[in-house]
């Protein structure tokens, strides 16, 4: 307990900005994703109709699988979303599009990482009102493929 209380002496000024800017910090996070929620709320709330396409990603220990893009059509949020760790592109009934790109990062032999990108891929989406959806890459087929989750 000496060395500790005798550590933070030593530090000075430095032992109160260090904790300050990681509280100014976490609380900068929860207001962002508080405000970022919101506008999703509000823009589902406008649009009650609204159904969600879910992005199919995965991380492990070893490997990760990333899907990112942009949305193109004007009767969708603009931005992709995120429902807890999930990324969802909430859109109106009808043709959404977007345009996509696949990432898969995996250890490599001689370089630490190698990661393989397939995309940028535009894509039309017909989907209907009261339906949620699932979109995900095929590496196998090098394909994305959409179905319907419920």
Do not use: C
Not at 41 to 52: G, I, Q
Not at 102 to 109: I, N
């Amino acid at each position: 307990m000496d060395n500790i209380s005798q550590m933070i002496k030593n530090m000075g000024v430095m032992a109160y900005i260090i904790p300050a800017v990681l509280i100014i910090y976490v609380v900068g996070i929860v207001i962002w994703s508080k405000k970022r929620k919101q506008g999703y709320d509000k823009w589902l709330s406008d649009h009650p109709d609204a159904v969600k396409i879910y992005l199919t990603t995965g991380f492990n220990a070893i490997t990760s699988k990333t899907l990112s893009g942009r949305i193109l059509s004007p009767d969708a949020y603009p931005t992709i979303a995120y429902e807890g760790t999930k990324s969802v592109i909430y859109a109106l009934p009808g043709t959404v599009d977007v345009e996509l790109t696949y990432s898969y990062t995996r250890p490599g032999v001689l370089h630490k990482n190698v990661t393989t990108t397939w995309g940028p891929t535009k894509l039309s989406l017909e989907v209907e009102k009261g339906k949620t959806y699932s979109l995900a890459f095929d590496k196998d087929e090098e394909t994305f493929k959409f179905s319907v989750e419920r």
